[in-house]
Structures are given as C-alpha cells and as structure tokens.
C-alpha cells in the first residue's frame, strides 16, 4: 500500500466518522488509536462503523510497518 492510498483511506475515515462520538475527527494517529480502543461503545450501531474500524485497523497497521522499519534503519 502505497502513502497515497492511505492518505486516500484516512479520507474516507474521516467522512465516515463526522457524525460519530469522539473527542477529534481527524485521523491522526492517535485518534485512529483511540477509536480503535473506544469507539466501539457509543458507535458500533452507527452507519459505516465496520468500515470505518477497518480502515483504523489498516492506517495503524501500515504506520506500525513504518515504525519497525526505521528502527532497522537505525542500527
């Protein structure tokens, strides 16, 4: 998956999640992180809410590829 792709998932995410209940609405990592931990339980009857946990899950998946990546780099 290229960056490109996930900028245009984390998008999506976004235009999924406006209506939902949480503290921000943009797909940081941290907030990706934190409706991924708690955004099952004011959200999960809310329209689009297993596309929106995927695409969480996929973003912070790929970033977690990243990370262990640069940590080879640095040795």
């Not at 900028?7 to 943009?26: C, G, M």
């Not at 941290?30 to 946990?53: M, V, W």
């Amino acid at each position: 998956m290229t960056i490109f792709e996930i900028l245009t998932i984390r998008s999506q995410w976004e235009n999924y999640v406006i209506n939902y209940k949480l503290e921000s609405y943009s797909g940081t990592i941290d907030n990706l992180k934190y409706f991924l931990e708690n955004g099952r339980k004011d959200n999960r009857f809310r329209a689009n809410f297993d596309k929106a946990y995927k695409i969480a899950e996929t973003i912070i998946d790929y970033y977690g590829s990243l990370e262990s990546l640069g940590k080879k780099l640095e040795r």
